[in-house]
């Protein structure tokens, strides 16, 4: 049995009329009033909802206001809402129930936006049987679309729909051959988000802060540099927006990693611009990176904040409160500084001079001695060499090392994993992927081992910032200083399991793919194992 509609693209109004007119002369059908819905369409900046399959509509007309979740493969409805209000922006604000739970993991820290509008008209009917019984549902959609927040709606695809009534496939099949064999419709199967798009001139996934360059290995080193360069700069300005507006923690963040990218693209793409290139960049960009690092930080304390609470016996949870008001006013003010400093002269000119050089034809005076040697050639000997650095660096470690030790392997680490992301489409996917999936894994356990560290001093500042700021309840500070041992356990529990993850990322196939990959061809790498 037919469980979805069918739907089928129509030309112009006049189109719609002609096709009206000969439905009605070949079947028995009925109309419904004819009504106007608006639809607005919500997702992340990042298309989250979209790639986990599915469009949340917004659907409003006379005496109707509902948000449903839609299959993105046939518009059918996964769950239905009605609304009082505004759409909530983040998952956490939608009441507890089934939408709440489809959205929540695909969503996670990110809001709802809304990204385009389409105005229907639609005029519908009923198909009888012999009986007078509805044997099936038809909607002639005459749409117009705009993108959110423009004041003009523009034609778009027009649509008629065959809804099917339960048990009665024969007269939706009868229907659908007449509209293609009869009437030369073509069936139409995008979504109704994708063709709102379409008529917009957009394109769904049109935003991504994953690297997928697709690069060929004999490019000089210098073109390869730009086109890096010139997508993390382009990723960086996309983000500016929301960073402004504090849609969401996740625009910072994005912007962030393209920072930290950039600086990184900067040093370890070594001898591909003049040294007086890189050194002036990476210090300009070095300056972004402190101007977003206290608002970020406070982003991070408030979303860890429910886990914190909940990392606590249920009696002391409550005497968190302060805390959570202390994270919301400080970041808020972080947020304001944060937002005179990207508006500022200096902020734009450093992004135009950037962009400038980037698009400009490449001098030589801002070159350095690798820059026209193949990518492939540059790529490979910089992965190894950090590879290699990464090794070294982790078999030292022992049970009595130094913090600084392993911070500075996370350094290693992260350079490493940055140059596999730039370089990937280099080499073979299937062998390519697995070092860097088992590089995450390592730098996930440096990551909590130094950041719980961090988070237990910052929250010590904290106490002493809000006892300095004003009369903080006993039972706060007493809940804080749990948060405090909490965290340095959760630390030391990092450290023990280091050991594991390192002797991961050293196992002797890991290290014969990086020599086949990336070595010489001279020498294999023979490591007995990791020193716990």
């Known amino acids: 049995m037919t469980a979805f509609s069918l739907q089928y693209q129509l030309g112009d109004l006049d189109t719609i009329e002609e096709v009206l007119t000969a439905l009605t002369s070949r079947f028995r059908l009925g109309t419904e009033p004819e009504k106007t819905v608006r639809h607005s369409f919500y997702d992340s900046f990042d298309w989250r909802l979209y790639q986990a399959g599915m469009q949340l509509d917004e659907v409003m007309g006379r005496d109707l206001h509902h948000l449903v979740l839609r299959n993105l493969t046939d518009d059918a409805p996964f769950e239905t809402l009605r609304l009082e209000g505004d759409v909530p922006r983040f998952a956490w604000d939608y009441a507890a129930g089934l939408l709440r739970e489809r959205i929540t993991d695909p969503l996670e820290m990110r809001a709802l936006l809304p990204i385009v509008e389409i105005r229907s008209r ?125 849609l969401d923690s996740e625009f910072l963040h994005d912007l962030r990693v393209a920072v930290r990218r950039t600086r990184s693209a900067l040093t370890q793409i070594k001898g591909v611009f003049s040294e007086a290139i890189t050194t002036e960049y990476k210090e300009r960009f070095a300056w972004i990176g402190q101007i977003t690092g206290p608002t970020r930080d406070l982003d991070v304390y408030l979303l860890g904040f429910d886990e914190y609470k909940n990392s606590l016996p249920e009696p002391f949870q409550a005497d968190l409160a302060p805390l959570h008001d202390f994270l919301v006013a400080h970041q808020k003010s972080e947020q304001q500084a944060l937002v005179r400093k990207i508006n500022s002269p200096h902020f734009h000119s450093l992004v135009k001079a950037w962009r400038s050089f980037l698009s400009s034809p490449s001098l030589p005076e801002d070159e350095g001695e690798q820059a026209h040697k193949p990518i492939k050639k540059v790529a490979r000997k910089r992965i190894y060499r950090t590879f290699r650095l990464v090794l070294e660096e982790g078999l030292a470690i022992h049970p009595h090392s130094q913090p600084e030790e392993l911070h500075e392997l996370r350094k290693s680490c992260k350079k490493l994993r940055y140059l596999l992301e730039f370089f990937q489409s280099l080499y073979p996917k299937d062998q390519i992927k697995p070092l860097i999936k088992t590089l995450k894994i390592l730098l996930e356990n440096l990551g909590d081992y130094q950041d719980l560290e961090v988070q237990a001093d910052k929250l010590r500042a904290f106490a ?45 196939q890991q290290l014969e793919s990086y020599e086949q990959l990336f070595g010489s061809g001279k020498q294999n790498a023979k490591v007995d194992g990791a020193k716990s």
Do not use: C, W
């Open 122 to 246: 639609i005029i519908g009917l009923k198909l009888f049987d012999r009986e007078e019984k509805t044997v099936l549902r038809l909607q002639m959609e005459a749409n117009h679309v705009k993108p959110h927040g423009r004041a003009e709606y523009h034609p778009m695809i027009n649509r008629v729909r065959l809804l099917p009534v339960r048990g009665y496939d024969k007269y939706l099949n009868q229907v659908a051959r007449f509209l293609a064999a009869k009437l030369g419709l073509q069936q139409q199967s995008q979504p109704l988000i994708a063709l709102a798009l379409a008529g917009i001139d957009r394109q769904p996934l049109d935003y991504s802060s994953k690297l997928g360059f697709a690069l060929q290995p004999d490019t000089p080193a210098v073109d390869v540099a730009r086109l890096i360069h010139s997508t993390l700069l382009d990723t960086l300005e996309q983000n500016l927006p929301g960073t402004r507006a504090d």
């Open 464 to 508: 002493h910032q809000m006892v300095e700021e004003g009369e903080v309840p006993a039972d706060t500070l007493l809940a804080m200083g749990m948060l405090v041992d909490g965290l340095l356990k959760r630390q030391q529990e990092a450290r023990v399991a280091f050991a594991d993850r390192f002797a991961l990322f050293a196992n002797p």
